[in-house]
């Protein structure tokens, strides 16, 4: 689609937004093929940026094993990052891994 091929260049130069949004895309298989490796990879570079979005969904990705083997470590450290910034989901979840580890 036009927005796909938009996003894609401004993800190229590195734009945030648009890897998030690209990502999202990926992962949800619409308007580009379901891809959940590519998705990682995309969140990933919005998630260096600061980009709290995306900090908090490759957290999720992270915790699931999607796209990626599972890392509890990383989702706790993207979690972290995103709750630091005021994200209350990402606030919410890293509570729970905190607690599943204290328990474990």
Do not use: K, T
């Not at 959940?36 to 919005?46: H, I, K, S």
């Not at 599972?70 to 919410?92: H, V």
Request: hydrophobic fraction near 45%.
């Amino acid at each position: 689609s036009a927005a796909v091929r938009w996003w894609r260049l401004a993800a190229e130069q590195g734009v945030a937004d648009a890897q998030h949004n690209l990502a999202m895309l990926c992962s949800l298989g619409r308007g580009i093929p379901q891809d959940d490796r590519e998705a990682v990879r995309l969140f990933g570079f919005a998630a260096e940026e600061g980009y709290v979005d995306a900090q908090h969904n490759l957290a999720v990705f992270c915790e699931e094993g999607r796209g990626i083997p599972q890392d509890i470590g990383e989702a706790a450290r993207y979690y972290r990052l995103a709750a630091e910034q005021g994200a209350a989901r990402s606030q919410l979840n890293l509570g729970e891994l905190l607690l599943q580890e204290a328990a474990a």
